[in-house]
């Protein structure tokens, strides 16, 4: 393919993965301004119901379109068999990528802190994570609408240059999408997982892990606000919590050094190209969406 075929090819993705991100915003921005009519109240915040219904319906719709524009059935192709052993092994290494990622979320805040800034723009403070509509979202449509976008779309329609670069561009755009690097962070590590997860499996895979990542997230953070941390329960759960890290931890550097050589072997066939393929993406269309998600990084970054 030359580089002329490779930019366009790449233009007609980056046009459909925009597409996707504008009618989110449009259908939310919708919806909002419908419900200050419906309401009358003029004054709706990021904590009202029709806000986390707002961002519902607009991800929904953005997916139908999405799958009306392009050939969905690829992205359901079925992959290897999942065994009862290999999900034990991707919920251990997913629990592991889970404490790398709040490592690295902590370093990062810290980090910032010290120089009077903060990571956590302050919708994120405003959110209440125990509202029916927000778990609807975050464990059901946001885990299916999401992987139907960056795992089926993007994922397949990336993975004719190379599968270690469909995962790691894939992994970015994801977090790029977030809107802000604390959540950003979590996102790109929990891309890449998912990413392998739905080359080797199958789709419906990493929307089952998706899922399964935000429903574990959200279980902890509810009991934890409503028994309190200082509770009998909520030292219970962190000892849980910790029993469950250390075994994740020992787990996982069992299967690592056990599967050295197919990990290196498989990393060397399947990420060769991967600096050609990214400036080729640099040069398209991408760029808009990378660019305006490099914008809302920065301006989520304030004072604490």
């Given at each position: 393919?030359?580089?002329?075929?490779?930019?366009?090819?790449?233009?007609?993705?980056?046009?459909?993965?925009?597409?996707?991100?504008?009618?989110?915003?449009?259908?939310?921005?919708?919806?909002?301004?419908?419900?200050?009519?419906?309401?009358?109240?003029?004054?709706?915040?990021?904590?009202?119901?029709?806000?986390y219904v707002a961002q519902l319906v607009s991800v929904v719709a953005a997916s139908v379109v999405l799958m009306a524009v392009d050939r969905p059935k690829k992205?359901?192709?079925?992959?290897?068999?999942?065994?009862?052993?290999?999900?034990?092994?991707?919920?251990?290494?997913?629990?592991?990528?889970?404490?790398?990622?709040?490592?690295?979320?902590?370093?990062?805040?810290?980090?910032?802190?010290?120089?009077?800034?903060?990571?956590?723009?302050?919708?994120?403070?405003?959110?209440?994570?125990?509202?029916?509509?927000?778990?609807?979202?975050?464990?059901?449509?946001?885990?299916?609408?999401?992987?139907?976008?960056?795992?089926?779309?993007?994922?397949?329609?990336?993975?004719?240059?190379?599968?270690?670069?469909?995962?790691?561009?894939?992994?970015?755009?994801?977090?790029?999408?977030?809107?802000?690097?604390?959540?950003?962070?979590?996102?790109?590590?929990?891309?890449?997982?998912?990413?392998?997860?739905?080359?080797?499996?199958?789709?419906?895979?990493?929307?089952?892990?998706?899922?399964?990542?935000?429903?574990?997230?959200?279980?902890?953070?509810?009991?934890?606000?409503?028994?309190?941390?200082?509770?009998?329960?909520?030292?219970?759960?962190?000892?849980?919590?910790?029993?469950?890290?250390?075994?994740?931890?020992?787990?996982?550097?069992?299967?690592?050094?056990?599967?050295?050589?197919?990990?290196?072997?498989?990393?060397?066939?399947?990420?060769?190209?991967?600096?050609?393929?990214?400036?080729?993406?640099?040069?398209?269309?991408?760029?808009?969406?990378?660019?305006?998600?490099?914008?809302?990084?920065?301006?989520?970054?304030?004072?604490?």
């Amino acid at each position: 393919m030359t580089k002329r075929q490779m930019r366009r090819s790449f233009n007609i993705i980056a046009l459909k993965y925009l597409m996707y991100n504008v009618i989110s915003v449009v259908f939310m921005f919708m919806f909002w301004f419908g419900a200050m009519i419906v309401t009358g109240n003029k004054n709706l915040d990021t904590n009202d119901n029709a806000a986390y219904v707002a961002q519902l319906v607009s991800v929904v719709a953005a997916s139908v379109v999405l799958m009306a524009v392009d050939r969905p059935k690829k992205w359901f192709k079925s992959r290897g068999y999942m065994s009862s052993k290999g999900i034990y092994k991707a919920v251990v290494f997913m629990i592991v990528l889970q404490i790398i990622s709040t490592i690295l979320m902590v370093m990062a805040e810290s980090l910032f802190n010290m120089g009077g800034l903060t990571l956590v723009p302050k919708y994120l403070d405003e959110v209440d994570e125990n509202n029916i509509w927000m778990i609807l979202y975050s464990c059901i449509i946001a885990p299916i609408c999401e992987e139907l976008c960056f795992r089926g779309f993007l994922l397949s329609s990336l993975k004719k240059y190379g599968k270690v670069f469909s995962v790691v561009s894939t992994a970015l755009l994801f977090s790029l999408f977030h809107g802000n690097p604390i959540q950003g962070i979590n996102a790109f590590i929990l891309g890449l997982f998912l990413g392998y997860i739905a080359l080797n499996y199958g789709l419906k895979w990493a929307m089952v892990f998706h899922a399964l990542n935000n429903i574990e997230i959200s279980f902890i953070s509810s009991v934890t606000d409503y028994f309190g941390e200082e509770s009998a329960v909520g030292y219970a759960l962190n000892a849980v919590v910790a029993v469950a890290v250390l075994a994740a931890i020992m787990s996982t550097i069992f299967i690592i050094v056990r599967n050295a050589d197919k990990i290196g072997s498989y990393m060397s066939k399947n990420g060769s190209g991967m600096g050609k393929c990214f400036v080729s993406m640099l040069c398209s269309v991408f760029i808009i969406s990378i660019l305006y998600g490099l914008y809302t990084f920065i301006t989520s970054v304030g004072p604490m």
